[in-house]
Structure formats: structure tokens, C-alpha cells
């Protein structure tokens, strides 16, 4: 059962929760000072409801991030980042250090969002599901002629239009490799599958999004 | 299907291409792609969509009360631990 320490659990100041997230706030896609991160997970692990404000703060953007690019609502983006950090308290003490634990919290906030999208009707309910899209799998146009390249032609918006529509699996892959910055290693570990697999996925991925973006083009036109 | 990664079909190569990425080929290496426009525009069009997804602009951070939100549940349960 995941250790709470009630003694310790003192309200903390908005301050010592920035102070801590400024650190790296100026650099949303890097990951936390190693060393750091050890220290306060150490002792939020102990019980330690500051260290625990810090992992909180270290984390937080890059996490409301993730949840916030996969809901397109930043209200949900906020309960499933809260969910996502109250699990975290819950399960702290279970950590063993078999991965980073960066990848270890990103593993268990990408399962708070995916339940959320299959309470929510979408049919998502495992990574293994996520990672292995059943429905519409691939892209169906994908053989396409050089008169309709994109290059030079996608806007961030109409992008960011395409991503939301993605089904949840390859808009998962996408966002964090194309769009979060993770590398395959990290997203591999993080959805438990291999690297291959990941890059597979991922070109999937960039693939749909290449038919929804070309789309328009051919509204109206006989094929 | 080929075979052949000499004398690929438009269609052979990028039914394949999902899998030789995961398996780590460089697909601009290869002879397909050395000959086909019409798949190297594929390639580009696709590394075009990874170029302008890196260019997406950062989100702002969660609201500042958040944390106070997440302390307060934190509290609720710790208090409804104890109490059994």
C-alpha cells in the first residue's frame, strides 16, 4: 500500500512550488536534472510532502502538456493532471527505480488519459490497445502524386486540427516523439513496447496526418 | 510483392515502409527512393508534418491553483485513510 505520512502534510506556499518549477520551465522539453530529481524523489518516497511539491513542480508542465494535447480542453487537462499526481502520491512508494521516473510518471498519467477517453466513449482502454489501432488502421492514401506534396504548405493550426482528430494511439506516439520531443528509447519504456514499434507507429501516424492535411484538396472532386 | 528492393512498385514500397522504419532502415537510402519522385515527395511530405509539429508552440503551464487542488485531495484522502 502506497505510504502516506500525515505529519508532514503541511499546506505549502504557491511560491515554493514555483520556485521549484522554475528550474526547468525555460526548457519544457528537457527533462529534469538527474541528480536533483534523485534527491526529491528520495525523500518524497519517505513521505516528504515539500519534496513531494517539488516533484510536483518539476513535472507539472510537461505532464499538463501531454494531457492537454491529447483532450484539446484545458479544464480536462487539469483533472487528469490532478488525477495523474494524486496516483503518483498513491503509488510513490511502489517506485523501484526500473526505469527513470520520469518515464515511470509519464506511464501512469498516459493510463489516467487513456481510461479518460474510454469513459469517455473513444475506444481506447490499454496501451497494448493504443499502440495497436484495430479500427481504420493505416492510412488508406498514402500513394500519393507529386502534385499534392505538402511541403511548405501546413500550418501550425491545421495541424494541431489534424493531431486532435488522430485516434488515440497514433495521436499518443505523435505527440510525444513529433511534438514533445521524447526519443523512442524513452517512449518505448514508456509504452512498454519496443522501438520498433514505436517508429512504426510514429510513421503511421505522420502518414494519417498527411491524409487529413491533403484532405481538403480533394473535396468536391471525383477520384 | 517482389521482393526485389531494386525493382519495388510505389505501391510495394510504401505498404513496407512502416515496417523497414522499424526495423531501422534509411529509407532515403534506399534504391526506391533513389528512383521514385513520387515516394520521395512522401518522405518529404512526412518529415514537412515532423518539422512543423516540433515548431508547435510550448502550453502554457496548468493554472496555479492546481497544486492547491491536488493538496487539498491529497489531505481528503489521507484523512479518509485514517479514519478506517
Not at chain 1, 74 to 93: V, Y
Not at chain 1, 115 to 131: C, F, I, N, Q, Y
Not at chain 1, 188 to 216: E, F, V, Y
Request: glycine residues 6%; contains cysteine.
Amino acid at each position: 500500500m502506497p505510504r502516506t505520512n500525515t505529519e508532514k502534510q503541511d499546506t505549502l506556499s504557491p511560491s515554493v512550488v514555483q520556485s521549484a518549477a522554475a528550474e526547468v520551465s525555460a526548457r519544457p522539453h528537457a527533462s529534469p536534472a538527474p541528480q536533483a530529481d534523485a534527491e526529491v524523489l528520495t525523500r518524497a518516497q519517505a513521505g516528504d510532502h515539500h519534496a513531494f511539491a517539488q516533484l510536483y513542480a518539476l513535472h507539472k508542465r510537461r505532464i499538463y502538456s501531454l494531457c492537454l494535447r491529447m483532450v484539446s480542453n484545458p479544464t480536462e487537462a487539469e483533472d487528469l493532471t490532478q488525477e495523474a499526481f494524486l496516483q503518483l502520491h498513491r503509488k510513490i512508494a511502489t517506485f523501484r527505480g526500473d526505469s527513470a521516473f520520469s518515464t515511470w510518471l509519464h506511464r501512469l498519467a498516459i493510463n489516467v488519459v487513456l481510461m479518460h477517453l474510454r469513459k469517455k466513449g473513444l475506444p481506447v482502454t490499454s496501451l497494448d490497445e493504443a499502440m495497436e489501432p484495430t479500427h481504420d488502421d493505416g492510412p488508406g492514401r498514402s500513394f500519393g502524386a507529386p502534385d499534392l506534396a505538402l511541403t511548405g504548405s501546413i500550418d501550425r493550426l491545421a495541424l494541431e486540427r489534424a493531431i486532435s482528430d488522430l485516434p488515440a494511439g497514433y495521436r499518443l506516439i505523435f505527440i510525444l516523439h513529433d511534438v514533445e520531443g521524447y526519443e523512442h528509447n524513452e517512449i518505448a519504456a514508456m509504452l512498454d513496447c519496443s522501438i520498433g514499434n514505436s517508429k512504426s507507429q510514429l510513421h503511421k501516424a505522420r502518414l494519417k496526418l498527411r491524409d487529413a492535411l491533403r484532405t481538403p484538396l480533394y473535396q468536391g472532386e471525383p477520384r | 510483392m517482389t521482393g526485389d528492393r531494386e525493382n519495388m512498385t510505389c505501391h510495394e514500397f510504401q505498404a513496407r515502409m512502416a515496417d523497414m522504419i522499424g526495423s531501422g532502415e534509411d529509407l532515403t537510402a534506399h534504391p526506391h527512393i533513389q528512383s521514385c519522385p513520387t515516394c520521395r515527395a512522401l518522405l518529404a511530405d512526412l518529415q514537412t508534418i515532423a518539422d512543423v509539429a516540433r515548431q508547435l508552440l510550448p502550453v502554457d503551464p496548468p493554472g496555479e491553483d492546481l497544486w492547491e487542488r491536488i493538496e487539498l485531495a491529497i489531505k481528503q484522502e489521507a484523512g479518509t485513510t485514517g479514519s478506517h
